[in-house]
């Protein structure tokens, strides 16, 4: 669920527990709060409720909260609303296809963040990509072994651009087994209408 611009998501301090009983009065369970700033996860589906503020958003990794995580972690802010629901609904459909569709669609998503100009333009250092790399694929910091290998090895790619060795850096960073295993566990914890198209049927002479 997201709301109130120019802050997607954002409940006012005031309105939060109006809204929390509203919601469950409603039905609602598996009731995620995500902070920084506070914002929802809500399901119909029946499970149980889970209704506690989580300083991990990763603890129940939604479509929703892997679409917001990874724009954090690259952009340092919240997506709008079309840029959400570009990559949120891409990762619905591609979830309806099998992990294989869903592994290569999320390859996809954190790549194409990467690649783009707004991530170039701020200029980050080496350090300060690798980091930006572990919280967008992994959802954590490396520890300070893990960064000092990342360094080493991102120093050996021979690239004629900074941009080719990131990218080359992302191609390898993408078959850790932990980012598979994180996209594996995406549950189904949003009811979206998302428009799956499906074949015309012929007419019948």
């Known amino acids: 669920m997201r709301c109130c611009t120019p802050l997607p998501g954002n409940i006012p301090p005031d309105r939060r527990l109006i809204f929390k009983d509203l919601a469950l009065s409603n039905g609602a369970t598996n009731f995620l709060i995500e902070t920084g700033p506070d914002h929802y996860h809500l399901s119909f589906n029946g499970e149980a409720n889970n209704f506690a503020p989580s300083s991990n958003p990763v603890d129940i990794n939604t479509p929703s909260s892997f679409v917001e995580n990874t724009w954090e972690a690259v952009f340092d802010r919240f997506s709008n609303q079309d840029e959400y629901s570009l990559w949120h609904d ?24 990467f690649d783009s100009q ?10 300060e990509f690798i980091n930006d790399v572990y919280w ?28 080719a060795r ?29 428009a799956i198209p499906t074949p015309t049927p012929t007419p019948t002479p």
């Open 136 to 163: 967008a694929y992994l959802f954590r910091e490396p520890d300070e072994k893990e960064l000092g290998n990342q360094l080493a090895y991102l120093s050996t790619i021979n690239a004629t651009t900074e941009r």
């Open 118 to 127: 707004e991530y170039i333009a701020r200029q980050r250092t080496e350090s």
């Open 90 to 113: 891409r990762l619905l459909v591609a979830k309806t296809q099998g992990q294989t569709v869903l592994l290569a669609e999320a390859k996809t998503f954190k790549r194409t963040l």
């Open 166 to 194: 990131r990218l080359a850096f992302l191609s390898n960073f993408e078959n850790q087994a932990e980012f598979g295993t994180l996209v594996s566990q995406i549950i189904d914890g949003e009811v979206v209408d998302v």
